[in-house]
Nanobody
Framework: VQLQASGGGLVQPGGSLRLSCAASGTISSIAPIQWYRQAPGKRRELVATGDDYIVYADSVKGRFTISRDNARNTVYLQMNSLRPEDTAVYYC???????WGQGTQVTVSS
């Protein structure tokens, strides 16, 4: 399984971005794919899980939404009302195979 994350960039506070995680290779379901992030000098933290029971970090609840397109083998993270503290490298992760994507940088700054 390979994961390709994309969609990061520079955005002003209050703006939006949509991240994509495209899965390829032998994968039965993209539902378990999760999103993590790691800010400079901080530990990697869970942002959102997928599957049948979606969980969001408290810091992103009401602003971020995880979704998936099974036909495209792609999981998305819609990020709205972005804040400077959301600045981080965002990674997608597939737990059944312990596979990480390469990360995409999100910078929220005016």
């Amino acid at each position: 399984v390979q994961l390709q994350a994309s969609g990061g960039g520079l955005v002003q506070p209050g703006g939006s971005l949509r991240l994509s995680c495209a899965a390829s290779g032998t994968i039965s379901s993209i539902a378990p794919i999760q999103w993590y992030r790691q800010a400079p000098g901080k530990r990697r933290e869970l942002v959102a899980t997928g599957d049948d029971y979606i969980v969001y970090a408290d810091s992103v609840k009401g602003r971020f939404t995880i979704s998936r397109d099974n036909a495209r083998n792609t999981v998305y993270l819609q990020m709205n009302s972005l804040r400077p503290e959301d600045t981080a490298v965002y990674y997608c992760y597939y737990p059944p195979r312990l596979t990480w994507g390469q990360g995409t940088q999100v910078t929220v700054s005016s």
